[in-house]
């Protein structure tokens, strides 16, 4: 509440900050007081729920905790990774850019960047021709120029990413790579709000389209299988074949996901297990001969 006095008389006796916002706020006191009064007989309903939830709490809390910290580490990555990539590799060779990005991973220990991981999504892009590549998690930009460079000239990637920061860092090393944005766009968003939305940004058209042949997941492992069920359930999964990876930092993040898999063998199979990723395969029963004679 804001108070505006006309002379001198109209001021509070005492001046302090403290005085003076228990004189101009006496309506505030008062309503603090009845949520008080109000809360007390309610506290051993509130003590009993706190303990039978509190497993729960726990529990959310942590991952609360956890998804903070890897933001925090994510960011300081990211503009790391970021200014000495931009500073140092030739502008607008994308070769130039990933060879800058391995140099950065041998000084710098980092989950992003590995020129192994490199290898092994290059073979998977070659190997499924794809037009059209969702990446979820963007971080620095690295596994966004792999893509792009490889695919054909009227091909397009969209990589959905939530932190702004991170967003805006790997467009802007896309671009120094070479590519324009009719190649590619960033959504900066949380996968969940952007899959149900990705029909009209990939151009795709419910029984006239092939779909998504490959899709790169990176973002947060405990998102792997909602997301993986969205994408199916809003049709984006190519019907003849879509491979789908996995990128594992820790092998545990992947057992609901796989678990999942393995109970639906007649459209999902478990094609790579890696290290550092795991490369499924998802197929329609219906389409498997059609399918096979494409790829």
Not at 58 to 70: D, F, M, Q
Not at 229 to 248: I, K, Q, T, W
Request: net charge neutral.
């Amino acid at each position: 509440m804001l108070l505006t006095f006309t002379s001198s008389s109209d001021m509070p006796p005492v001046c302090d900050r403290t005085h003076s916002f228990i004189w101009t706020g006496n309506r505030a006191v008062c309503s603090e007081m009845w949520l008080v009064v109000v809360s007390v007989p309610l506290l051993p309903a509130i003590l009993l729920v706190s303990g039978r939830y509190r497993a729960k709490a726990a529990a959310l809390c942590h991952r609360a905790l956890a998804w903070a910290l890897r933001l925090l580490r994510g960011r300081v990555c990211v503009r790391s990774t970021h200014a000495f990539v931009f500073s140092k590799c030739t502008h607008g060779k994308a070769h130039s850019v990933l060879e800058t990005f391995d140099l950065y991973a041998d000084t710098h220990p980092s989950f992003c960047i590995s020129p192994q991981m490199g290898e092994a999504l290059d073979d998977v892009v070659r190997r499924m021709r794809p037009s059209r590549v969702l990446e979820l998690g963007m971080h620095c930009g690295y596994t966004s120029v792999r893509l792009l460079r490889l695919l054909p000239p009227a091909g397009r990637l969209i990589t959905v990413e939530l932190d702004p920061l991170t967003a805006e860092l790997g467009e802007e090393i896309i671009l120094v790579a070479g590519f324009n944005h009719s190649q590619f766009q960033v959504l900066t968003s949380s996968s969940a709000e952007a899959i149900p939305t990705l029909r009209s940004f990939l151009d795709l058209n419910h029984g006239t389209s092939e779909g998504l042949k490959l899709v790169l997941m990176d973002h947060d492992p405990q998102q792997y299988l909602p997301d993986l069920l969205a994408l199916e359930r809003e049709e984006l999964l190519s019907p003849f074949g879509c491979s789908v990876l996995l990128m594992d930092r820790k092998q545990r993040d992947l057992r609901e996901v796989l678990g999942h898999i393995r109970a639906r063998p007649d459209c999902y199979s478990v094609k790579a297990e890696l290290q550092f990723m795991t490369e499924i395969f998802y197929q329609k029963e219906n389409t498997k001969t059609e399918g096979e004679d494409r790829m």
